[in-house]
């Protein structure tokens, strides 16, 4: 039997719906807590540096609201490794960002930042944090990453979840080789972005991935069908595709 495999759930976007109207509802812990209940292992929580969706306090809510690890996404800022010294979250994943896009558009360019990314992660571990860094799927990335001295790496999948025809294919064996390089280096791996019920399965067979990390998939189902059933229908893909 394979080994199983985690979900973290992000509920960046339950956020996003919040801060539509700026009050309080949808609750963030209310969909952290009921993500738990529906089988989520890890809570993901992306703290942008122009706060369009989490708020500081969010972070603080959750954290003490879960019995389960929260995983901070952030950017390499100052103001950031300030504010998750203060938070102390068990879990951060280090992740690009600009101001300009609607969402991460790819990996953390680790390799041509490695001693800003290297001082940061070590910031991080001094804190308590087990660090991540989302990455592409690229050899020179996986290296550099090791290098760094971050113990996991989140492989980033939006290229496999945008490819069409034969590209879909290209794009899993990148998936596959750079996953295989990081078990060998002993980094553990996780992976998210983009994906859905529909194509989590092969990203899920892959046998060196631990975790995989999802949310807008998630939240835009749960407006038709609920939190829990949208959770449960990724889940029970992913745990398919391990049989």
């Given at each position: 039997m394979s080994k199983a495999i985690d979900l973290g759930v992000n509920i960046d976007h339950v956020a996003t719906l919040r801060q539509a109207r700026g009050g309080r509802f949808p609750s963030v812990i209310d969909a952290a807590e009921l993500a738990v209940v529906a089988g989520a292992t890890g809570i993901t929580m992306h703290l942008r540096e122009d706060r369009r969706h989490i708020q500081d306090q969010d972070v603080r809510d959750v954290l003490?609201?879960?019995r389960v690890p929260v995983n901070l996404e952030m950017a390499v800022t100052d103001e950031m490794l300030a504010i998750a010294a203060e938070l102390r979250?068990?879990?951060?994943c280090l992740v690009p960002e600009r101001r300009e896009e609607l969402t991460t558009e790819g990996g953390l360019n680790v390799a041509g930042n490695a001693a800003r990314i290297r001082d940061a992660a070590g910031q991080l571990?001094?804190?308590?944090?087990r660090v991540s860094l989302?990455?592409?799927?690229?050899?020179?990335q996986v290296q550099a990453a090791y290098?760094?001295?971050a113990p996991v790496i989140e492989l980033h999948t939006g290229a496999y979840s945008n490819?069409?025809?034969?590209?879909?294919?290209?794009?899993?064996?990148?998936l596959k080789t750079a996953a295989e390089q990081a078990e060998k280096l002993g980094l553990i791996v996780h992976a998210g972005h983009g994906l859905n019920t529909h194509n989590v399965g092969p990203v899920a067979r892959l046998s060196q991935v631990t975790e995989l990390n999802i949310g807008h998939s998630i939240v835009s189902r749960a407006l038709f069908i609920g939190l829990d059933e949208a959770i449960g229908e990724i889940?029970?893909?992913m745990q398919d595709a391990r049989r």
């Open positions: 003490a609201s879960v979250a068990p879990h951060c571990r001094n804190n308590g944090y989302f990455i592409d799927p690229d050899p020179e290098d760094s001295g490819a069409k025809g034969d590209g879909i294919a290209d794009e899993l064996l990148r889940l029970r893909a």
